[in-house]
């Protein structure tokens, strides 16, 4: 049951600073930056609680799956891709499909390769 809470918690954390993100940038490239930051931050806290194993299993429920399940966007994506495609700017919505894709497979292995070094 703790583990439920802990990922509601960091879910709601999570959606709130997604939300600020978007508001501050303003349009569909703010869900790509939000992805591109939550592939990092993923790939960091993997490896962190990878190597932490004293923490309490709560502790990655709240930062993996809720925080930072709750602040990436995937459907989001998809529907500014849709969005995007449906306005005719077919160019820039498959430069946005494919530039999330690419940098956020990318962001993850460095997030990863920093939290190796790092913990």
């Not at 940038?25 to 609680?49: D, K, P, T």
Request: charged share 10%; proline share 1%; aromatic share 12%.
């Amino acid at each position: 049951m703790l583990s439920i809470l802990s990922v509601f918690l960091g879910g709601g954390c999570g959606s709130i600073l997604r939300h600020l993100v978007c508001s501050k940038i303003g349009n569909h490239w703010a869900v790509m930056s939000v992805n591109l930051l939550g592939a990092l931050m993923i790939g960091l806290a993997v490896e962190y609680f990878a190597n932490q194993t004293h923490l309490r299993p709560e502790i990655r429920s709240f930062v993996v799956t809720g925080m930072l399940g709750g602040f990436t966007t995937f459907s989001t994506y998809m529907l500014d891709f849709g969005t995007l495609v449906g306005s005719s700017r077919t160019v820039e919505a498959f430069s946005y499909l494919l530039g999330s894709l690419v940098l956020g497979v990318l962001f993850l292995f460095i997030g990863m390769k920093i939290g190796r070094a790092c913990f």
